[in-house]
């Protein structure tokens, strides 16, 4: 019985993740079917309900994190699932862009049950475990990320709406699930007062700040997750372009890079730490990823780059060793700050990434422009990891922190 809090938890982070890859073969269709529309302006609408998404997690990340550290984690996890079934619900009626673009406003903040699920998980770990059980959620979301686009190709045929309805299910099941299983974890010894000015993303950033090589260690995360989203955000243009490859095989192969990532992070993350300790856990993952965006810069065979997954999955340790390193840094009280803070770092690098990296390889595959290299965009993520590099070897070791007392 002990187990089943956490498999809640994961199996959260599962359905958090499938939700994105779950109505992702669909939104095409659906986008041209309520707007009546070409696929073009489809894929314009797309990115404005991508990007509405996003900044709705930026917006209500600290703000959700913080009410868990003041109601607890078990009302804003359960509270969160029902209004997320609710969300996909009016996504699978909606029949105009504005009540899909409403569905995505939800979907954002509701989305902030990662960071709920990460606090949770550290209330649970002692100190020397948290690093390698943000391993979990990460292996999780990999799981999520690789059953979420196979499972929405197949129900995809039955529909544009069936994925939604897909979707609704696992989030309200996992709702009654998360209602038998899981007990509170935030006691009267580390619950603290709800305060807007900590709540909101520019008073969570300023306060989380404030603790010794916080502030550096955000920058790293936000620099990081800027880096890391060229695979999302140019993968299926890459491939096309270099290798000609068809959209079964762009799917195959994201399913390969999940499949890594959810070994590494489940299984290979701990021994790892273990052996060379975190800080080094997460300078052996940046390297890791700086040679995995060079190789992925220059090769020109297919074969090749798949053959190159193992490497770049590997890299993947880089992110749960620096979450624990912060997550050892706040106090007992901050968790949930500290996780809805992370949320919307990632969100605003969501928001700026695909930007970046789009833009990037336009500019290197336009006919107008005399230099060719598809891979641009991976060796710009290069150079962004070598600066994560650079600046994580001189921060300092953390500070013990504050204990709250009992």
Sequence with gaps: MK???????????????MGIGLIMPVMPELIKEVEGADLSTAAVWGGVLATVFAAMQFLFGPTVGSLSDRFGRRP?????????????????????????????????ITAATQATSAAYMADISRPEDKAANFGLIGAAFGVGFVLGPLLGGVLAELGTRAPFWAAAFLAAANAVFGYYVLPETVTDRIRRPFLWRRANPLGAFTNIGKLPGLNRLMLITFVYTVAFFVYPG?????????????PGMIGL??????????????????PIMNRIGERNTVIFGLLIDVCAFVALGFVTNGWIALALTPLTALGSVAGPALQGIMSRTASDDQQGELQGTVTSIN??????????????????TAPENPYYLPGAPFLLSALLTIGCVLVFIQT??????????P
């Design 347 to 364: 969100a605003v690098a969501t928001i700026v990434a695909p930007l970046i990296v789009t833009q990037t390889f336009w500019y290197f």
């Design 253 to 270: 192969s994201l399913a390969i890079f999940g499949i890594g990532i959810a070994i590494v992070q489940g299984f290979l993350i701990k």
């Design 234 to 246: 140019v993968w299926a243009y890459f491939g096309v372009e270099r290798f000609g490859w068809s």
């Design 76 to 108: 804003v996890l359960l509270f969160s699932l029902v209004i997320m079934a609710f969300d996909y619900v009016l996504m699978a009626v909606a029949g105009t862009i504005w009540l899909l673009i409403i569905g995505r406003i939800i979907g954002g």
């Design 3 to 17: 187990n089943l809090p956490v498999t809640f938890i994961l199996i959260t982070v599962v359905i958090d993740s």
């Design 396 to 405: 300092p070791h953390p500070a013990k922190p504050r204990v709250v007392a």
